[in-house]
């Protein structure tokens, strides 16, 4: 993670190494936009399979995450309208304003989708209909985001398609301060979810048995997950992929379920596995930013598809 932290800082359309004696130039690109980018990066990939890690354990099911049962697409959805039908809406000097309300709303969205989502899975226990149901209101989320982006202006439906490709290089050191301590917080409170979490993979009569308030911990990984895939998306928009096939592969690579080392290697695998794909948008293109939503689903994809027929996957 290391090594891919300062390739994505070195990678890029301007080579520091050039532009070094030029002394202004240079902290510019590498302070204001390159640093934000890694470490946005990092959050980003962290936070998206932490989510998917947590989702997985919670349903029990392999396929769960925030791409597949619909909780990006609530945060998207939110975003849609705080971008699109709002913006004529002009009270001056409010903090609900720019990135601040863009970033609550998209919040608001992944909630709401994944108190619906925990809902449907208590009344239904089959893992297949809630993965089914999920499908189904990503496809609901993405026509009322559809008829959001008919009823726009051309500027605000170019900006929110931009948003919606994924990137992590719109991000600046004051949206950091933002992102990194709500990460921080959401990574340190999850390594205090571990105990019910290995009680929970049995199931929940087992981790009742054992002490576990079932309905506080859902409680507890549905802020986590909502507050995290709401800030990440907010910022970075919809990036696919990294959710559900992170989790997926760590338990492949290092044959454990216990979520102590499994939250570790997610938290580093999924940082990498950004890292990566900025760097190879660097890498493939000079001129402009390819879509990071693009590149992490197209390569990351396969690999994981291999590993699933290489390997019986099981949650526990």
Request: charged share 10%; hydrophobic share 55%.
């Amino acid at each position: 993670m290391l090594l891919l932290f300062f390739a994505d800082l070195f990678f890029g359309s301007v080579n520091l190494f050039s532009i070094k004696d030029n002394q202004a130039l240079f902290d510019t690109i590498l302070y204001s936009i390159r640093i934000p980018k890694a470490i946005t990066c990092i959050c980003a990939g962290s936070a998206l399979a932490l989510c998917g890690l947590l989702m997985q354990s919670l349903f029990r099911n392999p396929l769960a995450g925030p791409y597949v049962l619909g909780i990006s697409s609530g945060a998207s959805l939110f975003v849609a309208i705080a971008t699109m039908l709002l913006t004529s809406i002009n009270v001056s000097g409010l903090f609900l304003f720019g990135k601040s309300m863009i970033t609550l709303f998209s919040v608001a969205g992944a909630f709401i989708i994944t108190l619906l989502i925990l809902f449907i899975s208590k009344r239904n226990k089959s893992n297949v209909t809630v993965l089914l149901v999920g499908i189904m209101l990503s496809q609901i989320l993405g026509a009322l985001q559809g008829l959001i982006e008919f009823m726009a202006s051309g500027n605000s439906l170019k900006t929110f398609i931009i948003w919606g490709m994924g990137s992590v290089s719109s991000t600046t050191l004051d949206d950091l301060i933002v992102i990194v301590p709500i990460f921080i917080l959401a990574v340190v409170s999850s390594f205090f979810l571990i105990k019910p979490l290995n009680a929970i993979l049995l199931n929940d009569n087992y981790a009742s048995n054992l002490g576990v308030n079932i309905s506080s911990l859902r409680l507890k990984v549905i802020l986590v997950t909502a507050i995290l895939v709401g800030v990440i998306t907010a910022f970075c928009g919809p990036i696919a992929f990294v959710g559900i096939s992170v989790p997926i592969a760590s338990r492949l690579f290092f044959k454990t379920s216990n979520h102590l080392h499994q939250i570790v290697f997610c938290l580093l695998l999924g940082a990498g596995v950004v890292l990566l794909a900025d760097v190879i948008c660097q890498i493939m293109s000079s001129h402009f930013m390819l879509p990071i939503n693009t590149i992490t689903t197209i390569i990351g994809s396969p690999i994981v598809l291999y590993l699933l027929f290489k390997s019986k996957l099981h949650i526990a």
